[in-house]
């Protein structure tokens, strides 16, 4: 199994663009999360989907963010318009189950910078 | 709020020592306590984890040491290698709800 799949490992984009996260969960899993990781807040779970359908999006720092899920096999983080304090490294995570005893499997992440 | 709160920031060990990084929780309800284990450009990946019905886990050179009265918990990490050089995150959750991370720990093992 390839793992979760995150595209791009790195974008530097400049503020007021939109800028679009990828990711492709593990084959089989139904729960997918999005996370965000700074020196400062550490891992901040961003929102979590179960079986494509979002469950919490409590999460998602502002209008600005927004998540997809249109299948099992592939979701999107968006932001817009960005901003330099969304600089970070965004993860996503899938599992078999909502919150499995046996952890999370986290793709290498994306890297973004706003200037 | 943090949920998690891990110690310390940073740590550097020298090889074969041991390392220590504490993290303390409030929430009484919290009943699974993982760690993670983080390199640089990757993503975090699950090393060991507790229950609160037992004191200490041990998996090769790792071991968590739980102290359920002082809602406290511990990474060992005996014979420290450079190998072992990365980031480590405790967390904790509620069996069948999210996962609260610390804010991690980079840890240098010196040769």
């Known amino acids: 199994d390839a793992g979760v799949i995150q595209s791009p490992r790195h974008e530097v984009t400049e503020m007021g663009q939109e800028v679009t996260l990828r990711c492709k969960p593990i084959?089989?899993?139904?729960?997918l999360f999005w996370y965000r990781q700074t020196m400062m807040r550490g891992l901040e779970l961003l929102i979590y989907?179960?079986?494509?359908?979002?469950?919490?999006d409590s999460g998602m720092p502002e209008d600005r963010f927004s998540a997809k899920m249109p299948n099992a096999s592939f979701s999107t983080l968006k932001i817009q318009p960005s901003e330099p304090r969304d600089s970070a490294v965004y993860f996503c995570?899938?599992?078999?189950?909502?919150?499995?005893?046996?952890?999370?499997?986290f793709g290498s992440g994306t890297r973004l910078t706003v200037v | 709020q943090q949920q998690v709160k891990q110690s310390p920031q940073s740590l550097i060990v020298q090889k074969g020592g041991i390392s220590i990084i504490n993290c303390a929780y409030e929430?009484?309800?919290?009943?699974?306590f993982p760690w993670y284990q983080q390199f640089p450009g990757k993503g975090p990946a699950l090393l060991i984890a507790?229950?609160?019905?037992?004191s200490e886990k041990k998996e090769g050179r790792f071991t968590i040491s739980f102290n359920k009265s002082a809602k406290q918990f511990s990474l060992h990490i005996m014979d420290s290698q450079p190998g072992d050089s990365a980031t480590y995150f405790c967390?904790?959750?509620?069996?069948?709800?999210?996962?609260?991370f610390g804010t991690g720990t980079s840890l240098t093992v010196i040769p």
């Open positions: 995570a899938s599992s078999l189950d909502r919150y499995p005893d046996y952890g999370y499997t």
């Open positions: 084959s089989g899993h139904n729960s």
């Open positions: 989907f179960n079986n494509n359908v979002p469950i919490d």
């Open positions: 929430n009484t309800a919290f009943d699974y």
């Open positions: 507790i229950r609160p019905d037992v």
């Open positions: 967390a904790a959750s509620i069996t069948g709800n999210q996962f609260y």
